[in-house]
């Protein structure tokens, strides 16, 4: 007997695990699982599913299906045993699936109104959403979930098509939220309104202002009362802040305030609850000092990041979040609040608590090696580095507007932010320029890099402002020049790169590159000094460039002076050897021009060019090297950019540019009559 209960136990846990699978079109899977499922009933919800599926609707009363799934789903949780969890999964994924196929509309008539009847019946007489409910204290968190989700799919339907939501979810929702008792109903209750949210942001509903703003008037004092039960302020000790560690619990908490936010941004919808997560933000940040699970310092990282960013919900979302933000006028001072909070916590010595692990973290556990080939989590110190930089952005933004009568120290918080990159393993040394620290970081997140290289322009602005002097800001990290130069030179001074992030909207490449552009026309002295000051810090790689340079200068020499010599008997002196370009049309010819930026090699008049580069001299070395090391990426920046303005126009005139570059093609247009202008 006991050799017999065992093999029902291990067949209802497979059979828990393969009901996944069964509607992909799985036909072992599905084999197995009929083997496993005797009942009638289970092959018939396996075969309606099916049909559904395919857009078909089944050869079955509706008032009956109806029937058969609200049999099943039992209100008595207690009395679920493992051998009905399969047939309780089945009901709900099927139960789901037909609330959601009332939102294809490419749904036929008969497959609209077999779904529709069957909804009707179970959620009218039948009362599912009182059963759904139920199971949601159900021990296999399985059921729980599914259960979640189909309550989750009926209220967003519910809401799209008659703009309102059910009052029993709601009612639930609230209790739960009030008893703030740590639970699996709270952890499926947190979720499911976050689903719902999320739904609705996501749904074509022309009325989603009105019901979003219901919605959270009747949740606003309970989520406020939970946000404060679940992130407590302890603003006198934050060091000796004991939370409960509730992992599961905290991370749907974090899922809901980024979802409250996202719908503050789209839809300009503003509640209590969603102004706390920028008035009461400290208590995010005392997170980092909790005794909690590293997962969660992570993730309330990453929601201040996106919250600061304006990046709430850009994974699932669709609008416009200017637009909308523009509509709220209390965004601006939040933002402010939670802008300052940051940088009063690092003042305070915040850096000093944020945990980094010495390997990348991926959903709560460990990898032996990071993204990056480093043994660091580069997550949490781009997180990290973008919340300082974008708190120090909006500070000196507003403290213009705000007429504010003290200055910001930019140099103190980026030498501190400095000091704690290179706590945490970024390979900063004293041979490094300080300020590659931005692509170090970044290297593996281009939008994260870009972010950052806006918000250090405008730091670098006002820092200068202040002083009138930029001397010194290479040493704390923040010259934009030296960022641009070091960013063309990541990507081999490539234009079609800068092209495709121009045209890209993953990043804010396009409004970064004209912020710099304007400064590059205005400061053009201050870009001849990073292009010396980066070669400077960089010396053993430009000479390995040089010698390769002339090493191919040598051997492209060699070749031509042999093919001279072969067609016409002369030496290389006696005139210069032309060059062929081959171009697809007579739209694209231009003059072609032999540049080496400046830095040609001179040598005696009695000797080619073959002989002086094939056997360079120590003095014609040394030469190269004082004039190349001078020119060199300064040559090759300028270069880029007049290749990319030849390409957008390119693009422009044939109209296959995405948007209007004319002042893009204004800034581009004043780089190459500097050229010559090196400082």
Not at 223 to 250: F, M
Request: proline share 2%; net charge negative.
């Amino acid at each position: 007997m006991g050799t017999l209960k065992n093999r029902i136990v291990t067949l209802s846990s497979i059979r828990s695990y393969l009901y996944y699978r069964l509607f992909n079109n799985n036909t072992a899977t599905s084999q197995y699982v009929q083997f496993l499922i005797m009942d009638a009933s289970d092959l018939d919800f396996q075969t309606i599913f099916r049909l559904l599926h395919a857009g078909s609707a089944p050869n079955l009363c509706s008032k009956d299906l109806a029937s058969r799934i609200s049999s099943c789903l039992s209100p008595q949780t207690a009395s679920v045993i493992v051998t009905d969890t399969a047939v309780i999964c089945l009901c709900l994924t099927l139960t789901e699936k037909i609330i959601t196929r009332l939102s294809c509309q490419s749904l036929s008539q008969d497959v609209r109104i077999f779904c529709e009847d069957v909804m009707r019946s179970l959620f009218g007489k039948m009362n599912l959403m009182a059963k759904l409910v139920s199971l949601l204290s159900c021990q296999d968190q399985l059921v729980s979930h599914l259960s979640a989700k189909c309550m989750s799919a009926y209220v967003i339907n519910d809401i799209c098509i008659n703009g309102s939501s059910c009052s029993l979810w709601i009612h639930t929702c609230t209790e739960v939220f009030q008893k703030s008792t740590p639970s699996s109903e709270l952890d499926f209750c947190l979720w499911s309104l976050t689903a719902v949210i999320k739904g609705v942001l996501r749904a074509d509903c022309q009325n989603k202002n009105d019901v979003l703003t219901k919605l959270l008037a009747a949740l606003d004092a309970d989520l406020t009362s939970l946000y404060a039960n679940i992130l407590p302020q302890d603003t006198v000790e934050p060091h000796k802040t004991k939370v409960t560690n509730l992992c599961k619990t905290k991370c749907a908490f974090f899922d809901l305030l980024e979802v409250l936010s996202a719908a503050r941004l789209r839809c300009g919808v503003c509640s209590f609850v969603q102004r706390t997560i920028f008035i009461q933000s400290r208590a995010l940040l005392h997170v980092m000092r909790a005794d909690v699970d590293y997962l969660v310092k992570k993730r309330a990282l990453l929601l201040l990041k996106r919250t600061l960013l304006r990046r709430a919900g850009e994974d699932w979302t669709l609008g416009d979040v200017h637009s909308a933000a523009n509509e709220d006028g209390r965004l601006t001072d939040d933002m402010l609040s939670m802008a300052k909070v940051v940088l009063q916590e690092v003042e305070a010595g915040w850096l000093k608590e944020v945990p980094v692990k010495i390997r990348a973290s991926f959903f709560g556990g460990n990898c032996n090696v990071g993204l990056s080939g480093t043994q660091k989590d580069d997550v949490m110190l781009r997180a990290l580095s973008l919340i300082l930089l974008k708190s120090l952005e909006i500070n000196i933004q507003f403290s213009c507007v705000k007429e504010a009568q003290s200055n910001i120290d930019i140099q103190q918080y980026l030498t501190e932010l400095m000091s704690f990159l290179i706590r945490h393993g970024t390979p900063l040394s004293q041979d490094t320029h300080s300020c590659s620290w931005v692509y170090l970081v970044f290297a593996e997140q281009d939008d994260d890099m870009m972010e950052s290289a806006k918000a250090l322009i405008a730091l670098y602005l006002y820092q200068k402002s202040l002083s009138s002097s930029d001397s010194g800001v290479c040493v704390w990290g923040c010259n934009p020049h030296c960022h641009f130069i070091l960013l063309l030179r990541s990507l081999s001074f490539d234009s079609t790169m800068l092209l495709d992030f121009l045209i890209s909207t993953e990043t804010c490449f396009l409004e970064y590159c004209v912020r710099y552009l304007k400064l590059l026309c205005d400061d053009w002295t201050g870009f001849c000094r990073s292009c010396r000051h980066i070669e400077d810090c960089d010396d053993t790689t430009v000479m390995f460039q040089v010698l390769s340079d002339i090493a191919e200068t040598s051997e492209s020499s060699r070749m031509s002076v042999s093919c001279t010599r072969t067609s016409t008997g002369s030496d290389v002196r006696d005139g210069p050897v032309s060059q062929l370009v081959d171009y697809g049309s007579s739209d694209e010819s231009e003059e072609a021009e032999v540049n080496i930026f400046n830095s040609n090699i001179r040598v005696d008049s009695g000797r080619t060019v073959a002989e002086a580069t094939s056997c360079p001299s120590v003095t014609a070395l040394e030469q190269v090297q004082t004039e190349h090391v001078s020119e060199y990426l300064f040559g090759k920046v300028v270069v880029c950019l007049v290749d990319l303005r030849t390409a957008i126009t390119r693009l422009h005139n044939r109209g296959l540019f995405p948007y209007n570059p004319t002042s893009l093609l204004k800034l581009l247009n004043n780089i190459e009559p500097k050229r010559n202008m090196v400082s």
